[in-house]
């Protein structure tokens, strides 16, 4: 038996289809989410950090609403030519590589900075295709995308009913600077 096997078998789902029907099936469905959205690591990046005692931590008060808005950051630092490739912030919430660079979106359900005017169906079609909503600019790294294509349309599904709970955060993220193709 293969481990995402055994891991299905101590965390069943509950069917979405009848996620509306009880309230027990919907909280079934939203600690999937909760679970999936843990597991996954999307608070490493989605989530602005705070310095603590033990260094870096969660911004509790903002949890998963991407890049801090405002926040004033240098031009990323130019890296020699080698193995090395990407630049983090502290924060992880910005990155630069040769995609260009990458600030993690607000995933909470703000209408106008987050994902609010966003449908379950293109929550799915974008992390299936890699597109921004399905059907624009490219998802850019570090968006672990091959990962998430390797999520069941439920497990999809029941990460966007618990990001769709989450209260709303305004945080307007800066849109992605996308690196022209490298010279052949």
């Given at each position: 038996?293969?481990?995402?096997?055994?891991?299905?078998?101590?965390?069943?789902?509950?069917?979405?289809?009848?996620?509306?029907?009880?309230?027990?099936?919907?909280?079934?469905?939203?600690?999937?989410?909760?679970?999936?959205?843990?597991?996954?690591?999307?608070?490493?990046?989605?989530?602005?950090?705070?310095?603590?005692a033990?260094g870096?931590?969660?911004?509790?008060?903002?949890?998963?609403?991407?890049?801090?808005?405002?926040?004033?950051?240098?031009p990323?630092?130019?890296?020699?030519?080698?193995?090395?490739?990407?630049?983090?912030?502290?924060?992880?919430?910005?990155?630069?590589?040769?995609?260009?660079?990458?600030?993690?979106?607000?995933?909470?359900?703000?209408?106008?900075?987050?994902?609010?005017?966003?449908?379950?169906?293109?929550?799915?079609?974008?992390?299936?295709?890699?597109?921004?909503?399905?059907?624009?600019?490219?998802?850019?790294?570090?968006?672990?995308?091959?990962?998430?294509?390797?999520?069941?349309?439920?497990?999809?599904?029941?990460?966007?009913a618990?990001?769709?709970?989450?209260?709303?955060?305004?945080?307007?993220?800066?849109?992605?600077?996308?690196?022209?193709?490298?010279?052949?």
């Amino acid at each position: 038996m293969k481990l995402r096997d055994l891991l299905f078998l101590t965390l069943p789902m509950a069917p979405l289809a009848s996620a509306a029907d009880t309230p027990k099936a919907a909280a079934d469905v939203l600690g999937r989410g909760l679970y999936l959205v843990q597991i996954s690591g999307c608070n490493d990046c989605h989530s602005p950090k705070k310095m603590g005692a033990m260094g870096p931590e969660l911004d509790a008060t903002r949890l998963l609403s991407g890049h801090p808005e405002g926040s004033s950051l240098p031009p990323p630092p130019s890296l020699p030519p080698g193995p090395w490739n990407a630049v983090g912030t502290w924060d992880l919430t910005a990155w630069s590589g040769p995609w260009g660079v990458t600030y993690a979106v607000n995933l909470t359900p703000d209408e106008n900075t987050g994902l609010g005017i966003w449908t379950e169906e293109m929550f799915v079609k974008a992390m299936r295709t890699g597109r921004h909503m399905g059907v624009s600019r490219p998802i850019l790294p570090p968006m672990p995308l091959d990962s998430l294509r390797a999520f069941t349309d439920g497990d999809l599904k029941a990460v966007y009913a618990y990001l769709r709970s989450l209260p709303p955060i305004k945080n307007r993220v800066p849109e992605a600077i996308i690196a022209p193709p490298p010279a052949n």
